[in-house]
Every structure is written in C-alpha cells, then in structure tokens.
C-alpha cells in the first residue's frame, strides 16, 4: 500500500451522486427477473457500465449458467469484486407489499428480490469501481469483477468453473471482496473473514415393509431411525476454536412410509447436514455418524455431499484495508466472523486469495418482501472504494 500516492487526489463523489448512480442500477437489476441460472441480461448490463472506466469484459458461459470476467489493468495485486446475479424465487407475488420485480424505492427503501441478495451490492461494487478509476486513473495494480448466475442454485457451473479457466490463463486473484450481506443492523458492522464447512448425509434407514396387522412379518425402521436421531442429537462434535464456533449438526427432513395408517414403512429418509469448524473433516464426521447407525442397530445407507470446506482469511493486508476502510466510513470497529451459510468465498480461498465477504444488512434476504436501506448501499459503496484506495492508490 502507497499511501503517500493518494495526496492530492480528487475527493470521492459526493453521497448525492452516489446515491442517485446506485439507485438507479439496483432499480434496473431487481427488474430483470434473474431466478437462477438465469441472468436475464444483469450481466451486460453491468458490463456496459462497467466500460466507461476501462473494463474489459469477458463472458464465460458453462452450461446454462452466465459468468462475467470484467478486468481494468493487467497487472499485481489483483483486486476482485465477486458476487451473483441470480436471485431465487420471490413466490407468490400477492404476498408482496410491493412487486418483487419492480425495484421500487421509497421512503429511502429498496424494495424486491435481490435488493440485499445481492443486487444493491453490485449496484455499490460498480458505482466504487467507476468512481475509483475516474479518480485514480493510472492506478497500480488491476481491479476486476466475478459475477456468476449460479450461486443460489447447484453452483457447480458458476464461480467455480470460471476459477478454473482463470487458473488455466495463469491468472492469480491476490484479493477478493465478496459482496454477500454480512451486515447485522447497519452497513459495515460484520464481516465474513471466513466460512464454516458444509455437509450433508442423505440417510436411509432400511427396514422391510408389512401390514401393521402382522408386524412379524415385516421390520419397522422407524424406532431405529429415532434410536439414531437421538444418539446423533446428543454429539458434541467438537468445540470450535478462536476463528470457529463449534460444528453443528442439524436434521432438514425426514421421510417415511407411504401415507397409509396400516402400512409398516420400508425404509425412513433423513437429511442432515453438518456445518463444520476446522477441529473437524469431512471424515472424522462420516465415521462418528457410521458408528453411530451401528450402535443403533440400524441397516443404514448414506449419501454424502461435501458443498465446501472451511477457510478463514488471516490478518493481513485485506483485512486491514477492509477494517480500516470500515472504520474511516463509518466509525466503526466491525465484527470479524465465520458463521453463516457458505458463499461463492469457498472457491476461491483455496487459490491462495485473500478473500473477505462485505455486504448490505442480511435481515431480509430469501424472504417476502426483501428490502435495503438506500443510505447503507451509499456507505458501502463508499467503503468498496475507500478499500480500492488503500490496496491499489
């Protein structure tokens, strides 16, 4: 960081035209109806705006799935914005106070799906990035966009395909602020250094189906089933750490039988998932839940599926950029922390990337009526840029 570059320079917009730039791009991405994969034209449209400041954009399409790879400069430290355009479904539109697809705004308030999920911080990454190019046009470094229509579904064609071909052209990330909503009651007060592991088990419980009127003829799982539940419920797994809370292990669902009174079911469906610290592993949780289903006594099958590992980003220059720029913006001195559900981070931490998640109030996301404050997407605009500033002027 070169702080002594920054004197003289020309002062940030001021919070009126910030203001009046994000209202307008938030407003036109919530109105394109972008349930993902589909991107419904967000990314051009981000990468038009993208281009007065000297972005190169590339789209990187993989299966159904859009991917955006917008860059300003060539060359190091690589500074990254990654985020998503696809929302998931509002539902019932009646249900809405407002049309989710509208993007309407008032009384200071953005309105519809997306508007913290996470188009507001898209709308206040560009406004940032724009702003910070006009200012310090020949900064050093490279800024550069991630933005993928895949986060909210499978994510299999979305940020991590587009990791690959970015490592395939020897391309290295230094930094990366993701912009997910971290923030708890006001813009800048948490923020995601890192991210617990996910896994799930898909569990089945074998029996063998009968008539109620003659259970000795069949074999009911569901009493080993409950056997099970209980023994896996009384676990502690582990004891989490100074970065980590502990893992935690909760049941999604659970499934049996075929709707009849008289029926012994064949088999019971649990699903459930495990979000784990880094005093665990994948392995150590599947072997303590398969010698669990055998002290139950149950014939048991699994399924696993490992959505992500944990990472955390240690103290270092992103942090304290982000930290410090958080600080400068807002006064405050925010929480660093690593819970919450997993994010497109778990991809491009294993690079090597210093990787941080920085976004809007989180209280209404996937929710009826989503809605963000419009002054907090002005002060995280401006802390994005203050960010820019500090690593790159």
Known sequence: MNSSSTRGAPAPADDDV?????????????????????????????????AGAGFHAESLPFGAVCNLWARRGMAQPLVVFAGHTDVVPSGPAERWKMPPYEGAIVDGVVHGRGAADMKGSLAAMVVAANSFAARYPAHRGSVAFLLTSDEEGPAVDGTARVIDHLSNQGIRIDYCI???????????????VGRRGSLTGAIRVEGRQGHVAYPHLAHNPVPGAARLLAALDDITWDAGNEDFPPTSFQVSNIHAGEGAGNVIPGHVDILCN??????????????????????????????????GMPFRTLPGELVEAVTGAIRKVTGIDTERSTTGGTSDGRFIA?????????????????RVDEHVRLDDLVVLSSIYENILERLLA
């Open 18 to 50: 910030r203001r009046e730039a994000i209202a307008e791009k938030v407003t036109q991405l919530i109105r394109r109806a972008s349930v993902t994969p589909d991107d419904a034209g967000c990314q051009p449209l981000i990468a038009e705006w993208l």
């Open 178 to 192: 993701v912009g997910e909503p971290t923030s708890q009651a006001r813009a800048g007060d948490m923020v995601k």
């Open 274 to 307: 495990f979000r784990f610290s880094t005093e665990s592993s994948p392995q150590s949780l599947k072997s303590r839940v398969e010698a669990c289903c055998r002290e139950a006594g149950v014939d048991a099958r699994i399924q696993w599926t490992l959505f």
């Open 350 to 366: 294993p690079t090597g990337a210093q990787v941080v998640e920085l976004g809007p109030v989180n209280e209404t996301i996937h």
